[in-house]
């Protein structure tokens, strides 16, 4: 799992047909502390997430176990909207 801020979306009007009906966002990682990382990933929404929202992103064999993924071809899914996030910094 890895922390992300949505920041843009993706449309693509011919894409395989088993990622229909999905929005696919553009997000950027970053860490705990909301620090932007480099890159970028696109991944399919699985729980309506939107503009500048603070997600949790699964990839590989973990996003096709997401909700309506299974067996279609996404390698990165939002599974979750962050409310808040602790940092200890003794650790």
Known sequence: MTLGRVVGTVVATRKDPRLEGHKLLLVKPVTPDGKEESG???????????????VITVA????RMAEGCKDK???????GIVDGVSLDEAV
Request: proline content about 4%.
């Open 40 to 54: 970028y990933l696109v991944a399919v929404d699985t729980v309506s997430a939107g503009f500048r929202e603070l």
């Open 73 to 79: 071809p996404v390698d990165c899914v939002i599974v």
């Open 60 to 63: 590989g064999s973990s996003a």
